[in-house]
């Protein structure tokens, strides 16, 4: 891959990144330091990476600062996340997926991200992860199910 | 199979599109048998996450990395860039001009030519331009003239230069036996035969670079010809006191005729520079590239 192709890359899947990483680490200044290492990596394994597999390679750099970073800061300080009341007039839905999203684990939040922000199949979820098919798959199926859950109990609520 | 006990799977498979166009007819028909689950089915493709767009990363361009080979034409400044193309041409001109003159200099020795035998009827002076700013490039090295004087240990004096100008007969060191055969100064000008006459009785063969000694007889020496330049009085006149400077300099008259022409040119070329920076405010500019037409009004 050129410096062209590279520069396209930036181009076309920084957003893409940013929003992954924001989602996956749960902190905007974080995102912006996985976003940058990732393209940094990038740079540097060029001649290595082809043009058309840098956006895998990308997330996937990206997947395992984030899932590091994360686990990194559970580490240091336990953060525990406020509970909001609901009430009727905020059924914003995307609020509430947000909201069920920060249920799940890192690793089954990044892979819902891939599927759902990304479009990846679970093969190529599977090659960016590390995981096998079949782990990807019932991980999936799990972070769906809580989703699910999570989404009909709120919907009893309201 | 879709049964009751596995369709949850399938709905998850149909929410995340990892459905063969087969089972998907299979979950289809298993809801329409069942159409209490749609509503689950409803659920899950809810339950999928939408991309915040609004959420762009800020600091793309500290990402970019330069390309090599990419080329970037700046019009911004292209009025300094004109300024330096135009002085850097006019040195370049310059130069060519200053070169050009001290290759006249050079051969403006006033060297005079001689022909072969079969054409000496034809005396070579009019073919000299004496102290022309044009002249006729010499094919052959301009060498030192020599007269052999009788009695003398070597049997060669050297000639004196002469003043303001200097004619010399120089024979191609191939063809000596010519200075035997014929006089020399059948081949000079009328200011060279004054000079040759003084040595006219002497016999005179050419050295290629070789040690001179100065001649010690004074019946040799030779009188200064002062020749008026009438080519160059008339530029002297045009120019007026703008060569009066060069005329003062301490330098031999070659070197002057050089910067004098040097002057001109000079003088010419920013002559026509300042016509063409008048003929480009008074016009626009007009380029064409391809199909597409720049044009600059001013």
Redesign the interface.
């Known amino acids: 891959m050129?410096?062209?192709e590279?520069?396209v890359c930036?181009?076309e899947w920084?957003?893409?990144?940013?929003?992954f990483a924001?989602k996956c680490t749960g902190q905007a200044s974080d995102a912006?330091d996985v976003?940058?290492a990732s393209?940094e990596v990038l740079?540097q394994k060029r001649k290595d990476v082809a043009f058309e597999k840098a956006k895998a390679f990308l997330f996937q750099v990206a997947y395992r600062q984030s899932v590091d970073q994360y686990r990194k800061k559970v580490k240091v300080v336990f953060r525990e996340r406020p509970e909001e009341t609901f009430t009727p007039g905020n059924p914003d839905?995307?609020k509430m997926?947000d909201r069920?999203?920060s249920l799940l684990d890192e690793q089954a939040r990044a892979l819902?991200?891939l599927?759902?922000?990304e479009?990846y199949?679970?093969e190529e979820i599977a090659q960016i992860t590390g995981l096998t098919e079949t782990q990807v798959k019932v991980y999936?199926?799990r972070a769906?199910?809580i989703?699910?859950d999570y989404?009909?109990s709120v919907e009893k609520i309201v | 199979m879709v049964t009751k006990e596995n369709y949850?799977?399938y709905l998850?498979l149909q929410?995340?599109?990892?459905l063969s166009p087969h089972e998907e007819q299979e979950l289809l028909a298993f809801l329409d048998r069942n159409p209490q689950l749609k509503s689950?089915m409803a659920?899950?493709e809810?339950?999928?996450?939408?991309?915040?767009?609004s959420?762009?990363?800020g600091?793309?361009k500290?990402?970019?990395?330069?390309?090599?080979g990419t080329r970037f034409i700046g019009l911004i400044n292209w009025r300094s860039y004109g300024i330096a193309a135009g002085i850097a041409l006019l040195i370049i001109i310059s130069g060519l001009v200053f070169n050009k003159a001290g290759k006249n200099g050079t051969d403006n020795n006033n060297t005079a030519l001689n022909n072969p035998i079969e054409n000496h009827a034809n005396p070579i002076a009019p073919q000299i331009t004496t102290l022309s700013p044009s002249v006729t490039p010499s094919p052959h090295t301009p060498q030192k003239t020599i007269a052999r004087v009788p009695g003398s240990a070597t049997g060669i004096q050297k000639v004196n230069p002469v003043q303001n100008n200097i004619y010399a007969a120089t024979v191609p060191s191939k063809t000596p036996k010519h200075l035997h055969k014929e006089p020399v100064n059948n081949y000079l000008p009328q200011h060279g035969r004054e000079v040759m006459d003084a040595v006219s009785s002497l016999p005179v063969a050419v050295l290629n670079e070789m040690p001179l000694r100065e001649t010690k007889d004074k019946n040799l020496s030779i009188p200064p010809i002062n020749t008026s330049l009438p080519q160059f009085a008339a530029v002297a006149e045009n120019t007026g006191n703008k060569r009066s400077f060069i005329e003062k300099l301490p330098v031999d008259d070659v070197k002057k005729q050089g910067l004098e022409k040097l002057a001109n040119s000079i003088g010419n070329t920013l002559d026509q520079i300042g016509s063409i920076k008048q003929e480009i405010k008074d016009n626009s500019i007009t380029l064409e590239i391809r199909n597409r037409k720049l044009v600059i009004s001013f």
């Not at chain 2, 500290?62 to 090599?68: D, G, V």
């Open positions: 050129e410096a062209k590279y520069n930036v181009k920084a957003d893409a990144l940013f929003r924001c912006h976003v940058q393209f740079w839905l995307k997926l069920a999203l819902v991200l599927k759902d922000y479009g199949r679970y999936l199926h769906r199910k989703l699910k989404l009909v | 949850e799977e998850i929410a995340d599109g990892e689950e659920t899950y809810s339950a999928r996450l939408l991309p915040d767009l959420i762009q990363y600091n793309k500290a990402l970019i990395k330069p390309e090599s």
